[in-house]
């Protein structure tokens, strides 16, 4: 007998029902039933407490979600148990995986502080994807789309199906080409994803490769309210070139292995490696700021207009481990997972308008390189104390150390050139408790949970640098109390400054949640509520240095706390009502700012008890999902609250609540034509006006999304 492992790879890192109910899964029919050309987060919009965006409007291109209103860089996400989290800045770059969606065999989003066991650091929650997506037969399958604002997309996909009883391998090729509803925010897109598994009858190997291009215009600049009131699509962004190119290849390898009954041992190894470029116009900047006194001779106040390029080039090795040991009355997993990672950064100006044939080559005006490690070692127990209570146990300790060194480029000398190393070590405990009811209220099955965790976050690296500046910019200093001049080569003069204790510190939350559920023949339904304690959150004037200036650092405290609920009832046969909701309040519950941004002055203002910025008041999504057979259909609508620009708390600083009605239809041509599926939906039916995100700065800076739009697509499976 051949032993397959389950098709969910990482079973180990996802919440059963019978441990944890902040969670929502999405399986492979119900993920299907949405994949168009919007992006994974927009895919996800139907979970409680997750909003999702984009810089182009549309779902192409860039494209973002958080999660109880949280940031990427706080939502952990994971691909068959790999952290995909830049460890650099901790960002989540969807586009670089175009049609990712394509090889996702399923999708569960974890809210809140979640387990050990996904090698990746999460405070609003975690997604964790799945992608072995294997069929038992050959399969050769086709697909084109079609629709607004020039979208289209085509993805041809292939499955040996199993040979021998022992090897499958499934290849997927996919190509976007989107012109974006907002002005100048195309994208060209194209991806691929290869996977392979090998059975014998008691070990389990896969390997995959997934990786693309994407070449995007620059979208992420919000538009200001009075350009957009003239002009929906308007992009400040105006610049021809301004294109954002990039490739990030993933190469993984993981073996499962049953070494008995009771034990199960997995094991991940994977490179991950990232290279591109964007460039932009920047006029009437000093030549000084791109090293052109020095590489050119200009006069360093001269003001001249240029094209520069910024370029990254990253690679990241990494093993994920675990042994998991099944016992009476549950399992108990020990494990950890460790990754070195190297980046480097360089920037170059193109062209000098006023000269003759530009500069001549590229000037290279910055450089320096981002050096982190970071191991983990954690162990999870769940217990089955008596029949129906299960207890929850895990603790895991951390450490991340991160090395920053600017290179010796045009005017980065001197004490003008900075390196610091910063290094974090955190303990995080996390513990539950569920209880299934041993009667049957109403008929269905009832259960409780109560479950505590508490977890840590390290700076990004931007932001151990101020909020306007970057290690891009000559003559700003990152965020450190010493410093101390460095001789790099021995000649008696100093290289560069090392610097150290950092005035930002390491977020720390702790994370309290309540939840029940109730499940019956035709219903069910969890409700969940949360508080969070959250200290030291990071901000943009949470400090000031040792002159008083005002400078990005760490509030006090904030208080994060919610209520979640998720339904599911089939009222007929044919119809299934679907609703995710969620309410929070989100605010400052010690904290001082140390600069007004309007006036531009320092001094002390208390914003203790004000909303924070971009965390939407409410969510919620309800949807009538029909099935006639081969014809199936989707009504949904979406509603969004008022989200606060800026954290002063006033009316004027927010973004409006939305809602939006969704319509989609699926027909089933089945003996007409083979396996051929015909799709066709129409977004935002009611063709609302509305924004998504943006910010504060003299007046609101936003995002809009677009209007109604349309996307149809055949589908044949040979």
């Known amino acids: 007998a051949v032993h397959q492992a389950s098709d969910v790879v990482v079973t180990a890192s996802r919440y059963g029902d019978d441990v944890h109910l902040s969670h929502a899964n999405l399986t492979r029919e119900e993920l299907a039933g949405r994949i168009g050309v919007a992006d994974i987060p927009l895919l996800l919009e139907d979970t409680p407490g997750l909003h999702a965006w984009s810089d182009a ?69 975690t997604v964790n994807l799945v992608t072995d997506l294997f069929t038992p037969e050959r399969e050769l399958r086709l697909s084109l789309m079609g629709g607004s604002y020039g979208t289209w997309k085509q993805t041809a996909s292939y499955q040996t199906g199993l040979l021998d009883g022992r090897f499958q391998s499934a290849l997927r090729l996919s190509r976007l080409e989107s012109d974006g509803y907002r002005d100048r925010t195309g994208s060209k897109l194209w991806g691929l994803f290869w996977s392979a598994r090998y059975l014998t009858e008691n070990s389990t190997t896969r390997a995959k490769i997934y990786t693309g291009r994407e070449e995007s215009q620059h979208g992420w600049n919000a538009a200001f309210e009075d350009d957009l009131a003239a002009d929906r699509r308007h992009n400040p962004e105006t610049y021809a070139d301004a294109v954002d190119d990039f490739r990030q290849p993933h190469y993984e390898l993981h073996h499962q292995w049953r070494l008995s009954d009771r034990f199960t041992a997995e094991n991940a190894v994977f490179w991950i490696h990232g290279e591109g470029f964007y460039e932009n116009l920047k006029e009437g900047v000093d030549a000084a700021d791109f090293s052109l006194d020095a590489l050119l001779g200009l006069d ?65 005006y910055y450089g320096y390189t981002g050096d982190k490690q970071a191991w983990s070692v954690y162990v999870n127990e769940m217990w089955e104390a008596v029949p129906g209570l299960t207890l929850l146990a895990d603790l895991q300790l951390q450490h991340k150390q991160y090395r920053f060194e600017q290179d010796a480029v045009g005017n980065f000398t001197g004490a003008d050139r900075h390196a610091y190393r910063v290094d974090y070590d955190f303990f995080n405990p996390k513990g539950g408790i569920h209880w299934e009811l041993p009667s049957r209220p109403f008929g269905g099955r009832a259960a409780l949970y109560a479950h505590v965790g508490k977890t840590h976050r390290e700076p990004a690296d931007g932001e151990l640098f101020d909020t306007w500046d970057g290690p891009d910019d000559v003559g700003v200093s990152p965020l450190f109390r010493e410093s101390v001049p460095v001789d790099e080569d021995g000649d008696g003069t100093f290289d560069y400054l090392e610097w150290s204790d950092p005035y930002v510190r390491q977020e ?85 700012a140390t600069f007004d941004p309007d006036t531009w002055s320092a001094g002390a203002f208390d914003q203790s008890g004000n909303p924070l910025a971009l965390f939407p008041r409410h969510l919620a999504s309800v949807a009538l999902v029909s099935d006639f057979g081969a014809l199936d259909s989707r009504l949904r609508l979406r509603s969004v609250g008022r989200q606060h620009l800026d954290n002063s708390g006033l009316d004027a600083r927010t973004i409006d609540g939305y809602a939006t009605l969704d319509l989609a239809a699926g027909l089933d041509l089945g003996g007409l034509a083979g396996a051929t599926r015909l799709d066709v939906r129409v977004d935002n039916l009611l063709d609302q006006m509305y924004e998504t995100t943006g910010y504060w700065y003299g007046g609101r800076w936003l995002i809009p999304a677009a209007g109604r739009n349309v996307l149809a697509g055949v589908h044949y499976v040979f």
């Open 57 to 125: 409007g549309n779902g192409v291109g860039y494209t973002y979600l958080n999660i109880r209103g949280f940031d990427q860089k706080r939502v952990g996400v994971m691909i068959d148990g790999i952290p995909l989290n830049d460890p650099e800045d901790h960002q989540v770059y969807w586009v670089d995986l175009p049609d990712l969606a394509s090889s996702v065999q399923d999708v569960q989003v974890q809210r809140g502080i979640t387990n050990s066991l996904g090698a990746t650091t999460a405070i609003g929650g």
């Open 300 to 364: 360093p106040d001269a003001a001249v207009d240029l094209v520069r390029r910024k370029n990254v080039d990253k690679n990241q090795v990494g093993w994920v481990s675990h042994l998991q040991l099944r016992h009476g009355g549950g399992r108990t997993i020990v494990g950890g997972d460790i990754y070195d990672f190297h980046s480097d950064h360089w920037g170059d100006v193109l062209r000098v308008d006023g000269m003759p044939g530009g500069p001549g080559e590229d000037l290279r």
């Open 508 to 592: 720390r939350a702790v994370d309290y949640e309540l939840g029940a559920s109730w499940r019956g023949e035709r219903v069910s339904l969890t409700l969940n509520g949360y508080w969070m304690d959250f200290d030291h959150e990071i901000i943009a004037y949470g400090a000031v240095d040792d002159d008083g200036t005002p400078i990005r650092g760490n509030a006090d405290k904030t208080l994060h706390r919610g209520v979640e609920l998720g339904l599911a009832a089939r009222l007929t046969d044919t119809h299934t009502l679907k609703v995710a909701a969620s309410t929070s309040w989100d605010e400052f519950d010690t904290y001082v």
